[in-house]
């Protein structure tokens, strides 16, 4: 499988040429229309607000809360806060089909729509669905291919793990992480193609178009994809391929051995405190609530806004629904660096209010610039003006990738690898660690140790 792997993450055409797949994302773009407009949150239908703790909930007892968090920690400029939160107990799938055509693995991907996406489709897995969804809650059709996903034979899995969302925006949120093998009797339908990984990887360098929930299952065949690192073609340095070769190399030696890499989370965890309790929505403070949106009090952070949609190809038609909108664009960068030969990523152990187990590593800097603009000197990440001064001769990637859809409105972030050369040393600063793709790769078969966002930036680093 690994070999299998590698070679459809070197192929730039499959069944479909690499412009065929772009013409049938346009294509769908048209097809697939939706209206969104802004509401009163007490106008959603379906929706209301609880009378006694003021929390945001569907009439079904289903979907998601929107409750109060209040947070007390040692990490970072701001150690207390409440704020809003999403609260999604249950547990959903994002699954990416693979089948063998003519010798080469391709990859079942969809274009979905959601409210909150850019320029409405985007490219998503073979299935997105939470629990009320695929359990038809919403009265709606059926999800399709989840026969591929849920009580699935093992020996067909290729990846299957729980992993987190956005711990700044969900309570303890997770999600299952699969990667499946099937037969040629799974046919792609309408809204469905075949990709080799090679395709998919080239369009991560499309702006807003490969979905957060396809590049966190992507991230799930790290160990195996890096084997194709170093092939031709690629704009970036052949030094700079040889050293990224290297680092998916199980062979090679890194900084840090296993066993100390797993140390120093084991000491991240033990180091950071994080009090984190949910609280009635009516309680928390600073944030205000007007006819159109809860807010923070400064116009910072995001927005709790509702909506009233209208979309084609889903499994409901029409709904109403509350959605995070962010206040600004995110800059997410991952500092790369090689030792020995061997390339190195920069992480960060990183506490947010929503983690299951107080920290998760994150890429270099993870922010969103103008949230610290009214904090005192000083207060910004480490490292953020090295991440903004970048040469561009030295940035390997750099596009702009949204979140969710279903969940956010237009949250976008900046994506950065940036290879650094004496700017930082082998001994990183404290609460930041150099690891080797090889090192990341066995780090994601397992749950809670890399956020969403570093995983989407490991996706990105092994599409090079």
């Not at 000197?377 to 949204?402: M, N, Q, Y």
């Amino acid at each position: 499988m690994p070999s299998r792997i590698a070679e459809s993450a070197a192929a730039r055409d499959g069944v479909m040429t690499s412009a065929e797949v772009m013409s049938w994302v346009v294509e769908r773009r048209h097809a697939r229309r939706q209206r969104v407009r802004r509401l009163p949150l007490t106008a959603m239908s379906d929706w209301s607000f609880d009378v006694d703790t003021g929390n945001l909930g569907h009439v079904s007892g289903r979907f998601f809360t929107v409750e109060g968090l209040r947070v007390r920690t040692d990490f970072g400029p701001v150690r207390e806060w409440s704020q809003p939160i999403i609260h999604q107990a249950e547990i959903g799938v994002l699954g990416i089909a693979m089948r063998e055509i003519d010798g080469l693995l391709h990859c079942l991907m969809q274009t979905k729509i959601e409210p909150g996406n850019i320029d409405g489709v985007q490219l998503a897995p073979t299935v997105q669905a939470t629990r009320s969804n695929y359990l038809r809650v919403h009265g709606g059709a059926a999800v399709p291919y989840l026969e591929c996903f849920i009580g699935v034979d093992p020996g067909h899995v290729v990846a299957d793990v729980l992993q987190s969302e956005q711990g700044s925006w969900f309570y303890r949120k997770r999600n299952r992480n699969m990667v499946v093998e099937v037969g040629d009797d799974v046919e792609a339908t309408e809204d469905f193609r075949w990709l080799t990984l090679g395709q998919v990887y080239e369009l991560l360098r499309v702006d807003n178009l490969v979905s957060m929930d396809a590049r966190t299952v992507l991230s799930c065949l790290t160990r195996d994809t890096a084997a194709a690192a170093g092939r031709p073609g690629d704009a970036v340095p052949a030094d700079f391929e040889r050293s990224l070769a290297s680092s998916g190399d199980a062979d090679e030696n890194g900084l840090h051995t296993e066993t100390e890499v797993l140390s120093w989370v084991t000491e991240m965890h033990a180091r950071y405190e994080l009090g984190s309790t949910l609280v009635p929505l009516n309680e928390i403070t600073r944030w205000q609530r007007s006819s159109h949106a809860i807010a923070h009090e400064l116009g910072v952070f995001f927005n709790v806004v509702a909506l009233d949609v209208e979309s084609e190809g889903r499994e409901v038609r029409a709904w109403q629904q509350p959605i995070i909108e962010p206040v600004g664009i995110g800059v997410c960068a991952l500092l790369v660096r090689s030792f020995g030969g061997v390339l190195h990523a920069l992480v960060q152990a990183r506490v947010e209010p929503g983690c299951l187990d107080v920290i998760e590593l994150a890429p270099t800097v993870q922010c969103t610039p103008t949230s610290y603009a009214r904090l005192p000197p000083g207060s910004a990440p480490p490292l953020l003006d090295l991440v903004l001064a970048g040469r561009p001769e030295k940035i390997r990637f750099d596009a702009e990738l949204s979140e969710e859809g279903g969940r956010f409105l237009h949250a976008r972030s900046r994506y950065l690898i940036i290879e650094v050369d004496e700017e930082i040393g082998a001994a990183a600063p404290p609460g930041f660690h150099w690891l080797t793709v090889r090192q990341l790769g066995d780090l994601l078969t397992h749950s809670h140790y890399v956020n969403v966002q570093a995983r989407t930036l490991i996706a990105c680093l092994v599409s090079l």
